[in-house]
Every structure is written in C-alpha cells, then in structure tokens.
C-alpha cells in the first residue's frame, strides 16, 4: 500500500509539466479503454448467447449517462492513440527530439491534435442523446 | 593519448518482456485503423441510437467484418491487458507477487477473448 501511496503523491506533486501530463494522461485513458474494452466483449457477445438480453444492453448504451462516458471514451481513444503515435514516432525516428523543450511542445500538440478530432465527434454524440433522449431539434 | 574501442556486440537472448514490448508498439499501429474506425463508424457515424439487435447480428456474421472484429479483439485486448500489467508493474515490487498478478491478468485475459471470440465465429446472421 505504501507504494500506492507514493505513487499518488508523486503524481500530484512532481513537477515535470506537459510530459508528466502527457504520461498522466496517457496511463488514465489507457485504463480507461481497457476497462470500457473488458465490458464492451462481455456484452456484445450477448449478440449470440442471449439476444434477447441485448435489446436491455442497448438500451443501456442509448441511456444519457452512458452517452456521456461514450463522449469521454472517444476523448480517451483519440488521445491515447496521437500521444502513442508521438512516442512512436520519437523513438524510430527522431530520438534526438527526446529533450524536456522539445518533448514539452510535441506533447501539447498531441493533446491539440486530440482535441480537434475529438470535438466535432462529441458535438455530434451529444445532438444525437440530444436528439433521441430529451426530443431536442424535432426529435 | 585516446584509443578508440568498438563496443563489443552481445546477443541477448529475447525474454517474454521483450516480445511484450514489441507487440505492444506492432499491435498500436494497427489499432489506430481498427480501433479509431470502430468507434467512429458505430458511436458517431451510425450512433448508438440506431444500432438494432438484428443489425448487430448481421454486422458481425458478415465475412468482412468478422474478420475486423476478430482482429480487433485480438490486437486491442492483448494490448489493453498487457498495458494493465505495465501500470500494475510500477506498484507491485515483489516479483512473486507481480508473477501472481501476471497470471490472474493472462487468465482473465484468456477468458474475455475466448467469449468473444466463440460469440464472433459461432454466430449466423438473421434471415428476414
């Protein structure tokens, strides 16, 4: 447990800026995923074990709480995929841009990168529970 | 006065940690297709309101797209869990006990993927 608690500690207090972000963030959106993932397997296989249970599992997906966190797991795919691509890319090709200067603005425009795929998506999401959930824009 | 030496090359044997390593970053290029067109096409572009049991089932009993889902499931699972093994790897000093997380993470792992993978080869699409 102590190293749980240092670990936490040190993430809050260590002071290394966009790189530390970017590790944060990655570390945050891979767990994520893979949690979303675990779920995601176990209840699309109700397509061929139970689909009768599925219609009930859509109808969870289609809820607004879940609609959100869908918004948030396309955030977390996104930018887990620029930042990963950004470590790639440095290691193979371009290890001397490993520097804190450099690193610092690579990983800003990762996040930037990130975001600009990931706004017009959640826009859209968001109409669409918008849409079918409150009866918003003639639905 | 300076010699120079050629540093003296060594053939390490590959150990499971270096074949993790490089199916992690092998198994991230393919992913950005597969998993990035996933959820575009089923959360933003067909939207989760439009998805019905039977369009479902017809999408992963088509030949095209079961052969992306089984490669999806594949790459991005294997991926995911060995990713949880690295964070758990920061936390847990005690190689005993890391070898013990190891497991239980390759048998859930196990079992996930085998669930979806008899779901993804067994199913039939729905004749209407």
């Known amino acids: ?139 | 006065m300076t010699t120079t030496t050629q540093p003296e090359k060594v053939v390490v044997k590959k150990n499971f940690d270096q074949v993790a390593w490089t199916w992690m970053r092998y198994s991230a290029f393919l992913l950005i297709p597969l998993a990035w067109g996933h959820i575009i096409l089923q959360d933003v572009v067909v939207g989760v309101h439009n998805i019905t049991t039977d369009y479902a089932i017809n999408r992963m009993a088509n030949m095209g797209w079961k052969i992306y889902d089984i490669a999806l499931l594949g790459f991005a699972f294997a991926h995911g869990m060995n990713g949880v093994r690295q964070v758990f790897r920061d936390y847990i000093h005690k190689p005993e006990t890391f070898r013990l997380v190891s497991i239980i993470l390759l048998v859930v792992w196990f079992l996930i993927t085998l669930v979806g993978a008899i779901a993804l080869l067994a199913i039939q699409p729905v004749v209407s």
């Open chain 1, 1 to 139: 447990m102590s190293s749980i608690k240092t670990t936490l500690t040190g993430y809050v207090g260590y002071r290394g800026r966009e790189g530390h972000w970017a590790f944060l963030l990655h570390r945050i959106t891979g767990l994520g995923v893979v949690l979303f993932l675990a779920i995601h397997i176990v209840d699309t296989s109700f397509v061929y074990f139970a689909p009768h249970l599925y219609e009930e599992i859509l109808n969870v997906y289609r809820s607004t709480l879940f609609g959100l966190g869908e918004i948030a797991l396309v955030f977390c795919l996104f930018f887990h995929g620029v930042n990963g691509l950004r470590i790639a890319y440095l290691d193979m090709f371009a290890p001397k841009d490993w520097t804190i200067d450099k690193t610092r603005r690579s990983a800003m425009i990762a996040l930037i990168v990130a975001l600009v795929m990931w706004i017009p998506s959640a826009g859209y999401m968001a109409y669409n529970i918008l849409y079918h959930n409150f009866g918003l824009f003639g639905g």
